[in-house]
């Protein structure tokens, strides 16, 4: 590369020289002599005003005077000066009076002239070399935009292995076989088994995939070619073809190997469907993977490993047995996972005596990998930025609360004296009812300090990981929930604005119960409602109604029963228990803040 650079430097120095040269040449100043004839030159010596003659070859320079530049003129060719000029008519004494010197012709000046004269050709010759190179350099361009773009990472040192991944057993046993299929394929060879051709890793965001996939070719110590889906795809029809085959032939050429492409959707989606806008670039791309998976000649060991979390709109062809033979689900973590992969993170820092990593794996229900390591992040930023030397369990549960809640404290916002009891009043509701009812979660922390749109809440942390939910659990959280504009009826006699995402809360879960759920003994065991959700987001795209208006209105009529029997309920809770109601609010309003220990006081005081 270096002498590259310095032969091209070399040769763009010579083009601006020659440039600047017959710059020089074209546009240099006319200070050339003046030319005269020989005869004029006789003249001018029988007139005694030429003082000196200087010869050299054909070329004759005359000084007229010392001061002023010489002119030349040209003899004849092998004929002496003097001759000739006696033979215009100059005298002997007339010559006698004017020195004239002989020189010896040299080379220079021609060899000088004949660099001036091809300095218009090296010019144009540069010209020409530099719109090759540059010509050269778009083919280049043109024939590498078929190329893939995977990058390669060498199994030989691996940065990534199991130990690496916690938080998912059932994932690394299914991917652990891969592993001993590429160490040891001849063990399997014997037996007559196939190498798996692919593996799809299904999972929600920040759930690992990419980590497991890196994890089974540090394991397998083999080369691990990482690309995502989306850079096959491009404007011009037949580049992502050209690059997945590309990308299968370095694949071959280092197999046994593994070829990750992450966020396979983008071009696994349905074929001619118009799902996701019809594109034939996509298609084509999606045709050239199949084949590559099993086609002719695919007898090699390349595992394609691919993920996505949209697992419900990639094409059937794709899925079936041949080409992704395993699926493996890396779904969210438990509190044993969830506590495996903070070990994972805390590993190589600074961590207090007192943290109780168990007790935030509790606290952390619904995390997945990707948020316990931005928690146990956020803990070491707060640490640093308060002067620690380790990470004490202040600052996980800081850092937990900042990425469940979204934002730190902001205790800068300026809040009224009436709004501030208003919400102690509604926070001390929520948290009476929860306190009071059977089968809520506990709770870890009360406060009325705002942290981002909340102006206060009730922290509820689960004990365990709830899979199955009963009619009582939802009917108690209809309640916890109506337990603060509740709280605001009794003692203010008028509500606020403050319930409104406690409302939406309450009438998604009483209508859920309704339509989804089946606990409604009015309705029956019926789902009502046909949703197109997404998996493993957990959102509802659109629901279609495939019942009646008259059914609708029994559904409404059914939810607004559930909510207001809560409603009924909760009232009658915070009415007999006003002195508590009372007790909560006010050590709100002194502390602002009060745990779960603190709250157990109070309640047992009042």
Known sequence: MNANWSRNAFVYLLILVAGVALFLNIYRPDEAPEQISLTQLAAAIQKGSVESIRVNGQEVQVIVDENKPPLT????????????????????????????????????????????????????????????RQSQGSNNQALSFGKSKARLFTGDKPTVTFADVAGSD??????????EFLKEPQKFAALGARIPKGVLLV????????????AVSGEAGVPFFSISGSEFVEMFVGVGASRVRDLFEQAKRNSPCIIFIDEIDAVGRYRGTGLGGSHDEREQTLNQILVEMDGFGTDTNVILVAATNRPDILDPALLRPGRFDRRVTMDRPDVRGRLE????????????????????????????????????????????????RSIGMSEL??????????????????????????????????????RLSDSSDPIQKITIVPRSMAVGYVWQVSDRDRVLNNRTYYNERIA?????????????????????????????????????????????????????????????????????????????AEVRRLVNDAHARVRALLTTNLDKLHAIARALLERETLNSEELDAILTAA
């Open 203 to 214: 999972g929600p965001p920040g759930t690992g995939k990419t980590l497991m996939a890196k």
């Open 397 to 434: 549960q800081e850092a937990v609360e900042r990425i469940g809640l979204g934002g730190p404290e902001r205790r800068s916002r300026l809040i009224s004296e009436r709004e501030k009891r208003i919400t102690a009043y509604h926070e001390a509701g929520h948290a009476l009812v929860a």
């Open 341 to 388: 992969i903070l070990k994972v993170h805390v590993r190589g820092k600074p961590v207090a005596p007192d943290v109780d990593l168990e007790n935030v794996a509790r606290q952390t229900p619904g995390f997945v990998g990707a948020d316990l390591e931005n928690v146990v992040n956020e803990a070491a930023i707060l640490a640093a930025r308060r002067g620690k």
């Open 73 to 132: 003129t040209r003899r004849e060719l092998d004929i002496p000066l003097t001759q000739t000029l006696v033979g215009l008519g100059v005298k002997p004494d007339e010559l006698g009076r004017v020195r004239i010197t002989y020189e010896a012709p040299g080379n220079g000046g021609n060899w000088l002239a004949l660099f001036i004269n091809l300095l218009p050709l090296i010019f144009i010759a540069g010209l020409f070399f530099i719109l090759f």
């Open 480 to 556: 916890i929930a109506l337990g603060g504009r509740v709280a605001e009826e009794i003692i203010f006699g008028e509500i606020t604005t403050g319930a409104s995402n406690d409302i939406q809360q309450l009438t998604n879960m009483a209508r859920a119960m309704v339509t989804k759920y089946g606990m409604s003994e009015v309705m029956g065991p019926l789902q009502f409602g046909q949703q197109d959700e997404l998996v493993f987001l957990g959102r509802e795209l659109a629901e279609q109604r495939d019942y009646s208006e008259e059914v609708a209105e029994q559904i409404d």
């Open 170 to 179: 059932e994932a690394k046993q299914e991917l652990q076989e891969i592993v």
